[in-house]
């Protein structure tokens, strides 16, 4: 769930909650307000029709279109004796003019005559008036409240968008951030919390890159350093194979060192080229024809791999040629062929197929198909070691596709391996 | 003949001195700069060999103060660089051959061989052993004075034992040199039987009085009969 939404969610829970107890509130404050309005008009009321009862003067009309109405009983000393003296209810009562009961408020006053007869006056105000407007009011106020959450909302929503933008940026920054290309991001933010991340997020791209490159660096200068006691080594051995009373033992024992010693020497000049690639020593571009590159490669394959007795279908479909170091290129092309042969039995097959812009290599096989993700990495022989391959042929096709902006992919389809360069 | 090895790695050094002293040439040695710069100012070498990374200066900076003493040597870059730029930088500056480390001793005396044999004749060298006669720029041979038809491939690696002779070449070494990367992981070598067996029958028919003989089974020597 994004940051936003979750910050709109926990915000709209309370924000519910303090809204209704605030309409709630103002309802009620509302309502007692009129009611007391109402109350206070009674009491006038009362008081007028008292005074004028009591001075005998002429009474207003039950009903002077106000639908207030009133009436005046004699009330006995009992009834004297439990009553509080002034008392409000709510009642429904009967309005001529609308030949139905509505609600009203009623207010029941006891006062006594100059003989001391005590009596009740009933004054009642109809107030289906008032309860429309509290109706009105009602409506009004949640909409107001639902429109004012709403707003909230949206404010908040865009307020927070605003000031959470510098840590998209750096997410942003840290989803497109490949190791080995150094990138670090710009600090155009006032927020302290965003400029201390800003800086830590920094300082540690510089430490990886750092890391990066000291390790970069150490494969290269390793084996750079190696070449040296490599040469001392093999030269000894090369020596010492000149002389001529050895033994036949004896010499086919230096033989075989000689020949780990040129395993050794090949496996350490792989690792120097891989490093050179990566290390993007090779800048000088020409026009490479691809076609032209595979069938000389395969000519002299061909000719190493005869005893396998494989048989080689070429499909040129179409001319290819692209602007890239002819090194690599080569490099590349043989890698991917003699994968093709290391790996195919006796009498099998190795099709390959070029077409603008793609170059696909299919050979049978006696594996099965390959863990895709495993397949490039360096040292990776799969689940046999039954050939002398160094399991560093694929890692070097893949870095020279990262280095020459081509893309490698790998499918087993009819038993058949097929890799496919394309761009 | 004279050659001078300028070369840091006091081990190395001594292998390829004696080597070359093997070989019948008079060898000194210099294991830095100064050393170098003073023997080289102070005597004169048929070959020099020269080591890029010394530890009190640059080789290809000696070899620039070289080439201004404009003396006739030959001169050989053995470095552990086998960049191209490196190697274009190196002949630029004079250099008559660039040799990257590690390399077989067999390919540094034939280059050896091959420098002053350029010095000496000019563009047309030609190498003979025996009653063969073979000029590599031409991709020629002769055997007495008839000059013989063989595919590229045999005269390859006719060119590489000629270049060698009596010494023993691996079936990995030739390997190598022949087919380059290509024949990396290969675990038979019956491509090579091949070839030396076209090429043996091939020799045979012309009557020429070298052969390729077979070492215990694990490389060739070419001899003189």
Known sequence: ?423 | MKILIIEDDLSFQEILRRSLEQERYVVEVAPNYRTGLIKLSDYTYDCILLDINLPDGNGLELLREFKEMKKESSLIIISARDSIEDKVEGLDLGADDYLAKPFHLAELLSRIKSVMRRRQSGIDEHITYGNVKLHPQRTEVWVDDTKVELSRKEFDILLYFMQRPTRLVSKSMLAESIWGDHFDGVDNYDFIYAQIKNLRKRLTSWGASIEITGVYGMGYKLIDK
């Open chain 1, 1 to 423: 769930m994004k940051l936003t939404t979750h910050a709109i969610r926990s915000l709209i829970a309370p924000l519910i909650l303090i809204f209704a107890m605030w309409g709630t509130a103002f309802y009620i404050f509302l309502s007692d307000e009129l009611i007391d309005e109402i109350d206070d008009q009674l009491e006038l009321f009362s008081e007028q029709i008292i005074r004028q009862w009591l001075a005998g003067e002429v009474l207003p009309e039950s009903n002077n279109a106000s639908n207030n109405t009133y009436y005046i009983r004699p009330v006995s000393a009992e009834e004297e004796a439990v009553s509080k003296g002034i008392e409000y209810e709510f009642k429904n009562i009967y309005i001529p003019e609308h030949l139905e009961e509505e609600p009203a408020r009623v207010m029941h006053t006891l006062f006594h005559r100059e003989d001391g007869t005590c009596w009740q006056l009933t004054v009642m105000i109809p107030i289906y008036e008032r309860n429309e407007v509290i109706s009105t009011i009602l409506t009004f106020t949640s909409i107001l409240l639902i429109a004012m959450l709403l707003v909230v909302m949206a404010v908040f929503a865009w307020v927070f968008k605003r000031h959470t933008r510098p840590l998209y940026r750096v997410l942003h920054h840290l989803d497109n951030y490949t190791i080995g290309h150094k990138q670090l991001i710009e600090e155009d933010t006032t927020v302290t919390e965003f400029q201390h991340l800003c800086t830590t997020v920094n300082a540690y791209i510089e430490r990886i890159e750092e890391a990066y490159e000291h390790e970069r660096r150490f494969i290269g200068d390793a084996s750079h350093e190696l070449q040296t006691p490599l040469a001392i080594c093999q030269n000894r051995i090369e020596m010492m194979m000149e002389d001529d009373t050895l033994t036949e033992s004896q010499l086919t024992e230096l033989g075989k060192m000689q020949q780990t010693m040129s395993e050794l020497i090949r496996l350490n000049k792989t690792l120097l080229f891989l490093s050179k690639i990566e290390n993007s020593q090779f800048v000088e571009t020409t026009e490479v024809s691809i076609n032209a590159l595979l069938h000389r490669q395969t000519d002299i394959l061909a000719e190493v791999y005869e005893s396998k007795g494989i048989s080689l279908n070429i499909y040129d479909k179409a001319p290819w040629s692209i602007q890239a170091n002819e090194e690599l290129m080569s490099s590349l092309v043989s890698n991917l062929l003699r994968n093709a042969y290391l790996h195919n039995h006796p009498q099998g097959t190795i099709d390959i197929y070029i077409r603008e812009g793609a170059l696909s290599i299919a050979n049978t096989s006696t594996e099965e198909a390959i863990d895709p993700d495993r397949l490039f990495d360096r040292f990776y022989k799969g689940n046999h070691t039954r050939h002398q391959s160094s399991g560093l042929g694929l890692s070097i096709v893949k870095a020279i596709c990262d280095a020459s902006s081509l893309r490698i992919t790998y499918t087993f389809a009819q038993d058949k391996h097929i890799f496919t360069i394309s761009r």
